[in-house]
């Protein structure tokens, strides 16, 4: 059964710095990964999404790999700042006929001004 | 823009009242599904529907109905809602895991029962 895995679950960082938020998963049988922002109190949006034949992509500040193999994926964010605040989750789309998709828990992300 | 519009965002409603959660998408989406989300617990998945009138169980159907008459419009229903109900709900669509598309989100329905 696939498992999605977040860690830290919170991280605060000063403003400026680049940073890495974490995802790693079970099975490497996936068809794509996706990493989206909450808000507190609002609905979840897509950041990026990497296709399984993809090794990484870029949007602005933010930049995403995949190593399949090894079951991780990273969000890298360039240049923080206080905007980027909010809840980062990581989720899979298995590699099979299912369509559900798994998520992980998610880093809450704190930049200091 | 791909547009997932649950009807309402908050509600409080009495323990034991039948509660109908909407949620319409405009992009013509074969998939939709309704999460909880919970502290400490992630989203977790109710029920997702493949396509008109189809129902699959999530991980936590129980306490939990759904309908799908049309293709654009997903509802959950709470049958007699009890006070471990109140969460926040997302509803979201995609397309089929083929086509590979991302998932997208409503802005989520906080329920409160009291």
């Known amino acids: 059964k696939q498992e999605v895995t977040q860690i830290p679950a919170a991280l605060s960082v000063p403003e400026g710095e680049n940073l890495v938020l974490n995802c790693s998963f079970t099975?490497?049988?996936?068809?794509?990964l996706q990493w989206f922002r909450q808000d507190p109190g609002k609905g979840l949006t897509s950041l990026l999404l990497?296709?399984?034949?993809?090794r990484e992509q870029t949007s602005g500040r933010l930049n995403a790999s995949l190593d399949k193999s090894s079951g991780r994926s990273t969000l890298y964010i360039a240049a923080s700042q206080p905007g980027d605040s909010a809840t980062y989750l990581c989720a899979v789309r298995p590699g099979n006929r299912d369509d559900k998709i798994i998520f992980g828990k998610g880093t809450r992300l704190h930049i200091l001004p | 823009d791909v547009k997932v519009t649950q009807s309402s965002r908050y509600l409080v409603k009495r323990t034991g009242e039948k509660v109908f959660l909407e949620c319409v998408q405009d992009m013509d989406h074969e998939n939709m599904f309704w999460y909880r989300q919970d502290p400490g617990l992630g989203l977790r998945l109710i029920y997702f529907s493949y396509d008109v009138k189809m129902k699959e169980k999530g991980d936590i159907p129980e306490g939990y109905s759904v309908s799908r008459e049309k293709k654009e419009r997903f509802s959950l229903i709470l049958e007699s809602a009890s006070t471990n109900q109140t969460s926040m709900y997302l509803c979201?669509?995609?397309?089929?895991?083929?086509?590979?598309?991302?998932?997208?989100f409503g802005e989520g329905s906080w329920l409160t029962v009291v």
């Open positions: 990497i296709q399984s034949s993809q």
């Open positions: 979201a669509s995609s397309e089929t895991a083929v086509s590979g598309n991302t998932i997208y």
């Open positions: 099975d490497s049988a996936i068809y794509n």
